[in-house]
């Protein structure tokens, strides 16, 4: 059994989220939180910004950079060692 702080679930199904998870999850008074299932548990987490998912596409983006770079050079370094591809 998991621990953790017992609650009443109220009569239209409210339940508190204690302080110390609030905080320690950033989710504060009228912020919206995703709850499902997961492997036969309830699951409530909060959902991810728009500034978390963009932060995620510039990493990206910038790693597709870094590797495209990387790629090239290789290449580069493979046409001088290797020579063009001989034509069929």
Known sequence: MSKGERRKIGKRGQVTIPKELRER???EGGDDVLIHEEAGKLV???PITREELAEGY???AQRTRELTDEL??????ANEDLGDA???
Do not use: D, H, L, Y
């Open 58 to 60: 510039r990493q990206r």
């Open 86 to 88: 001989p034509e069929w």
């Open 72 to 77: 090239a050079g290789v290449s580069t370094e």
């Open 44 to 46: 409530i987490e909060r």
């Open 25 to 27: 999850f950033g989710i």
